[in-house]
């Protein structure tokens, strides 16, 4: 029962650099989110998406990318890393959107100096 | 705006005791509310997930209430053990206009169960 795998689970970026976080779910889940957990902020919502091919901008878009190309995959990319995106980046999927719990990544600890 | 709210932010408690973890919201529109329990260096865990008509939910030692109106939730932890140490989080799904579905967090309750 693997669930949601991300990779990988820490990176340090040079302000300027570009990243893939990774992230897979074997559930056959249509719904997956991106999430970004700042200290005393709570998450944030960066990205979802409601199935293959189809993706939508959650509260905090800027500065990242998504793509959805099968069901199981929805890397999140960053461009010209910026030290304000230092942050624990966590995977979500669920079987019927809000319907139905959500299930979560270990998450990814991304610095950016 | 939703704006969700958790007191305490910290908790410690003897083993064996009962304790109540509490959830705010500011409106009263939403579709559903989780409770989720998250462990240092790991992602979250949904415990119980009420939906807005629902009054509770329970799972084995856990009991989740709903009270809509006043835009209040709460977790009932019966006969906390060490192993229950982690941040406990509830998250509002929004209905209804540009933010339908969206959850909005709560910041988080840290709870500590010593022996």
């Known amino acids: 029962n693997a669930g949601v795998t991300q990779t990988p689970k820490f990176r340090i970026l040079k302000i300027g650099q570009s990243m893939t976080l990774q992230c897979t779910q074997d559930m056959n889940h249509n719904y997956m989110y991106w999430y970004r957990q700042d200290p005393g902020m709570g998450l944030k919502l960066i990205y979802y998406s409601v199935g293959a091919g189809i993706t939508d901008k959650g509260e905090v878009p800027n500065g990242y990318n998504v793509s959805r190309s099968t069901t199981e995959d929805f890397p999140l990319r960053l461009e010209l890393a910026a030290p304000s995106q230092t942050s624990v980046y966590f995977c979500?999927?669920?079987?019927?959107?809000?319907?139905?719990?959500?299930?979560f990544g270990n998450g990814t600890r991304l610095t950016v100096t | 705006k939703q704006e969700v709210t958790q007191i305490p932010a910290a908790l410690s408690v003897p083993e064996g005791e009962n304790l109540v973890l509490n959830c705010s919201f500011t409106d009263s529109a939403i579709y559903n509310l989780q409770w989720f329990r998250q462990d240092p260096g790991k992602g979250l865990t949904s415990l119980l997930l009420i939906q807005s008509s629902q009054r509770e939910q329970t799972s084995g030692r856990l009991n989740a209430s709903l009270d809509k109106s006043s835009g209040r939730s709460t977790l009932y932890i019966a006969a906390s053990q060490p192993g229950d140490s982690a941040t406990y989080l509830c998250?509002?799904?929004?209905?209804?206009?540009?933010?339908?579905?969206?959850?909005?967090f709560g910041q988080g309750t840290i709870l500590t169960v010593h022996p």
């Open positions: 979500a999927s669920s079987y019927a959107g809000l319907n139905s719990p959500l299930h």
């Open positions: 998250a509002v799904a929004n209905a209804g206009g540009t933010s339908y579905g969206k959850l909005t």
